[in-house]
Structures are given as structure tokens and as C-alpha cells.
């Protein structure tokens, strides 16, 4: 049973489809035992034919009842298949989704410390054995648990002393499941383990496979991949190794029983000290072999309950992660963001760290205005744009948009009014149009065009075959740098935000290119506000103002002119970097 705080609701939930499936299992379990008792009773009568030459039994009665019965158990059994497995389906999926939308919440310290494979396996062999465990494994339990106590009721109606007998070999099996039980589960886990060692590794090698033949390293990681490989396979046949053991142990248990009953019947019904016939023989042997099946299903539902409490172990831990950067109760609805930003005395320490990347650093930047942010590598730009998506969580009273604390307002209201195009330059697996309005539910066509224009990339789309509708490779590989990078610009721009954020995104085009993608911006967002993260001068200097920053403090603030005149450290980045553009033009 599936009784983890996240998982026994759906035992509620799905009550109806559970309760059709477990009364029409018990029918049939109950039912079926009928037909060994009638062929008991034809062979009785036969053999008292074969004494006497005539009997009073009926025997196109019992054949047509035994008919009956069966029709009832098809119909039962494709019943109780329909109900729990289908229930256990619904599950599945009502899992899945809050796993998905779980995840959706969690913040980037989550996914720095997960990796990806790891998660991937929760979706897969995790939930598919949660799944078996409400479906398969529910089932064997209530059928192992009726049809033992409906056969072994049967069996001491018959012989009282035989069936005491045959619950010595029982109870063994009993203390060999209860000793095996937590190994079989501790192996389990170590088993998924390994899984999702392999799946980090495999999606990781595939992620960065350019790399890896760049630097000719295929040999090596085939090495890596047969060494998780095989611990994956040693794990799992260690794993199996304990329930082969368990299920050996049942057919143990079900040959010494059979030479019970053979031994015992055969002093009762051959030395002739019992009435006990040929057809109670017959019908004690089917209701003991039909026993043989419980011992089994129990064998397999401890089975799949071991590997259900360490998938249901795993799921809840992502289920119970804390979600960090949340709503604040009653928070301003629809509020006005008017593409002002201020930051008052700001500073900010990682949730894994215990230094500063940001310290009491103040600016104002209006609504309208076109701003840089530069600085050296670790000097804080990136952790100040992931403030202002709302990636962590700040103070209070030290970072607002507009008039409002920006820890006041909904995620998704401030999420909203951003645009953002990251450093990575993620495109989805889908068309060119589709990620280009990937903040559209219906996309427009002529705004993609006119996106695509303005951030200088049309040319390069229409000379494709198919145009917007090209269907891009996973994380856009299909296109190169500079090509990603203007479509994720033309993504931004589709959505017009009022805040705009450009984080080091035209490092890939050429200064050309970079001046016209910034002459555009200037003339479609002169009421809209956007900012350049940027490492290059060239990038900021006609911005209506540039903020440097440097070891996570403002260093000083003003236009390209103001900086350079008065800032040393500006002046030795606009030395080194003129010196640079003529190394590369010699």
C-alpha cells in the first residue's frame, strides 16, 4: 500500500473505481473456489458409480454450473482489471502533474544542487513503481489475502489436522518474506540510484557532445558510461538476486506441502481409516494448489511495495522541497510598474554562500531610460538581474519597481512586466515562430516578423527552407551563436515589456550587427525601460546612463563621457579593451 502523506488521498479520491475492482475481485475469488468443489463432487460420483453401477448425482447440472462460473469469472476479472488498472493510470498522471508543477515553483538553488538525470528518473521508474504498487500491487494484495482465507476455510471443512499440517511450511515462508522484506527494499533504492547516476550522465554527455568531440574525449566517456553501466546492472542483479530467492522459496514451501497432502491423504484414503474419497482428495488438492497462487502474490506485492516505498521515499522529497521565492499573503494585484527600478542600500549573499555579491549598492534608473550595467567577471551584474526577475528573494525596502517593494508584489506580476534574454540563450525544440512568441498563447505572425527585423535575424530566418516554421534542435542547435542570440532578442522584443533586460546578449554578433539591434531598441523603447548587462564598451557607451560595478559595489555612475573622464577603472577597461580591437584588427 501507498500510505505516504502526498499518496494515500487517492485512495479517497478514486474510491468508486477502487471499491468496483476490490468486490468484484473477492466475487471471483470466491466464486472460483466452486469449481473445484463440483469436480470433487463428479469425481465422488463417479467413483460410487464404479462401486455401485448407479448414482443419484446429477452431472449435466454440475458441468452447466461449472460454465456459469465460468462466464462470471471473465466478466469479474475483465472488471477488476478495468477498475484498478485504470485507477492506477489516473494516479499516475495526477502524480506527474503536481511532480511538474512542483518543480515549475522551485527556485535555481534546487536545481544547482539536482541534477537533471536524477529528476528525470522520479518521472520515470519512480512513479511507474508507485503506479504498479496502486494497480498490480493492490490487487495481489487483496487476492492473495481473500483467496487464502476462502481456500483455507475450504480446506479445514475438509480436514482439519491436514491443513494444520500444511501451516508449518507456511509459516516459514512467512518469516523468510518478513526477513527479506528490507533488503529487497534497500536494494531497490540503490538500484534507482544507479539510475539516475546513468541518466545524469547520459543527458549531460548528450547536452555537450559538440564539446565532447571537440576535445576528442568519446573514448573516455564510453569508459565512464560502461563503468555506471555495469554498476547499474550489479545493482539491479543483486536486486533480483532477493526476489528470485523469495519466489524460490514459495515453490520450496509449495513441494513440501504437496508431498504433505500426497503422503497424508494417501495413509487416509488407501489404509482406509477415513472416509475421505477420491473427490475431496481432488478438491483439496485444487483449493492447495490454488493456494500456491496467494503465496506468489504476496511474494510479488512485497515486491512492488518495497520498490514503492523507496520511489514514494524519493518523490516526497521533491514533493516536500520548500518553495523559497513565494507570494507574500495579500500582495498587490495588478499593480502599476511603470519601468522605473531603485535600489536602496542593496545586498545580497547567495542561500549557499556566506559572501557578499552585492553590498549597499543604491542607483535610480527612470522609466524610459536605456541603461548599462558593466563590470568585470564576479563583479555582481548577473546576481542583480536575477533580483530583478525575482530569482531570490531580497529584504525588504531595498529593491523596488515603481512605487512598490518588489518583495510586494506577485512573482508573476513582476515576471510579467520583464523581458528577459539570458546569457545562455535557451530556444525550445519547436519552430522559429513558436519561440519567437513564446510569450503568446496565438502568435502573430507580422509581430514575429517585425520582432525578427528588429533584432536583425529576418535575413538569416527566410533564407532557411522552411522559414519560421523550421523546426529547431534541442536548445537551438540547429542555428549558430549569433543566430540565437538575435532570436532570443527577437523574443524579448515581441513581448514589449516594460522592462527589458539584455544580459550579455550580443557578445556573439559583430559591433555592426550589436549597433543596429541597439539603434532599434533605442527607437521602438524610448517610453520603455532597457537594460544591457555587458561586458564591452561598445555595448553601453551610447546608453543614457552606465553603472559600474565591481567586487558587488557601484563603483560610479554616469554616460560613457562622464566615466571616462573621471573614473579610473572605467578608463582601464576602455584602455584595455581598445587595445584588444587592435590586436584583433592587426
Known amino acids: 500500500m501507498v500510505l505516504g502523506k502526498h499518496f494515500y488521498k487517492y485512495y479517497f479520491k478514486f474510491f468508486i473505481y477502487f471499491l468496483i475492482g476490490v468486490i468484484s475481485l473477492i466475487v471471483v475469488d470466491y466464486i472460483s473456489l466452486d469449481i473445484p468443489k463440483n469436480i470433487g463432487k463428479i469425481i465422488s460420483a463417479l467413483e460410487e458409480f464404479s462401486k455401485t453401477g448407479s448414482t443419484s448425482f446429477d452431472f449435466q447440472k454440475s458441468v452447466f454450473t461449472i460454465l456459469i462460473i465460468g462466464v462470471i469469472i471473465t466478466f469479474g476479472r475483465v472488471l477488476w482489471r478495468l477498475s484498478l488498472l485504470i485507477a492506477s493510470r489516473k494516479i499516475e498522471h495526477d502524480i506527474r502533474i503536481k511532480m511538474f508543477n512542483k518543480a515549475l515553483l522551485l527556485s535555481r538553488d534546487f536545481y544547482s544542487k539536482e541534477k537533471i538525470g536524477n529528476l528525470m528518473s522520479f518521472f520515470t521508474n519512480d512513479l511507474n513503481a508507485i503506479r504498479n504498487n496502486y494497480g498490480w500491487g493492490l490487487l495481489m494484495l487483496v487476492d492473495s489475502v481473500t483467496l487464502t482465507i476462502f481456500s483455507v476455510t475450504r480446506m479445514i471443512d475438509i480436514s482439519l489436522k491436514m491443513t494444520l ?17 528490507k533488503r529487497i527494499r534497500s536494494r531497490f533504492l540503490l538500484r534507482q540510484e544507479a539510475f539516475s547516476k546513468l541518466s545524469d550522465f547520459t543527458q549531460e554527455a548528450y547536452s555537450g557532445i559538440s564539446v565532447l568531440k571537440a576535445f576528442v574525449r568519446e573514448e ?36 513440501i506441502a504437496i508431498l504433505i497432502i500426497l503422503w497424508y491423504t494417501s495413509f487416509l484414503v488407501i489404509g482406509g481409516k477415513s472416509n475421505f474419497t477420491s473427490g475431496q482428495f481432488t478438491e483439496y488438492t485444487s483449493y492447495y494448489f490454488t493456494l500456491i497462487w496467494p503465496a506468489m502474490a504476496i511474494s510479488q506485492f512485497l515486491n512492488f511495495s518495497n520498490q514503492s516505498r523507496a520511489s514514494e ?42 559572501t557578499k555579491v552585492l553590498d549597499d549598492i543604491s542607483f535610480k534608473i527612470n522609466k524610459g531610460e536605456m541603461v548599462g550595467i558593466l563590470g568585470r567577471t564576479g563583479s555582481g551584474k548577473s546576481s542583480l538581474v536575477d ?23 506577485r512573482v508573476e506580476d513582476v515576471r510579467k512586466n520583464i523581458g528577459y534574454v539570458p546569457q545562455d540563450n535557451f530556444l525550445f525544440s519547436d519552430t522559429i515562430k513558436s519561440n519567437i512568441a513564446f510569450s503568446d498563447e496565438v502568435p502573430s505572425l507580422d509581430l514575429v516578423i517585425n520582432s525578427s527585423k528588429l533584432s536583425d535575424v529576418y535575413e538569416n530566418i527566410i533564407e ?21 542570440q ?37 527607437e521602438i523603447r524610448s517610453n520603455k525601460t532597457t537594460i544591457f548587462i555587458a561586458h564591452r564598451i561598445s555595448t553601453v557607451k551610447k546608453m543614457n546612463k552606465i553603472i559600474l560595478l565591481d ?34 584588427g592587426k
Not at 532557411?464 to 540565437?484: A, P
Open 165 to 181: 499440517f500444511l501451516s508449518i511450511p507456511v509459516m516459514g515462508l512467512f518469516i523468510v518474506f518478513f526477513i527479506f522484506n
Open 220 to 255: 573516455k566517456f564510453s569508459e565512464r558510461f560502461s563503468e555506471k553501466s555495469i554498476d547499474l546492472k550489479e545493482k539491479h542483479i543483486t536486486f533480483v538476486k532477493q526476489s528470485i530467492f523469495v519466489n524460490i522459496s514459495i515453490n520450496v514451501v509449495a513441494s
Open 313 to 354: 521515499k524519493r518523490i516526497s522529497s521533491l514533493l516536500d522541497e520548500k518553495i523559497l521565492v513565494r507570494n507574500k499573503v495579500n500582495c498587490e494585484i495588478d499593480p502599476i510598474i511603470d519601468g522605473s527600478i531603485t535600489a536602496s542600500h542593496l545586498s545580497f549573499i547567495y542561500p549557499d554562500s556566506e
Open 387 to 409: 533580483l530583478l526577475l525575482r530569482i531570490y528573494n531580497v529584504e525588504n525596502n531595498m529593491l523596488f519597481l515603481g512605487n512598490n517593494d518588489i518583495m510586494d508584489l
Open 464 to 484: 532557411f527552407e522552411q522559414g519560421f516554421d523550421t523546426i529547431l534542435g534541442e536548445r537551438g542547435v540547429t542555428v549558430s551563436g549569433g543566430q540565437k
Open 486 to 522: 538575435r532570436i532570443s532578442i527577437a523574443r524579448a522584443i515581441y513581448k514589449n515589456p516594460e522592462i527589458l533586460i539584455l544580459d550579455d546578449s550580443v557578445s556573439a554578433v559583430d559591433t555592426l550587427t550589436e549597433e543596429e539591434i541597439i539603434a532599434n531598441l533605442h
Open 551 to 584: 567586487l558587488g559595489k557601484i563603483v560610479d555612475i554616469g554616460t560613457h563621457d562622464e566615466l571616462n573622464k573621471r573614473c579610473p577603472l572605467y578608463q582601464e577597461l576602455v584602455r584595455l579593451q581598445t587595445l584588444e580591437e587592435k590586436a584583433i
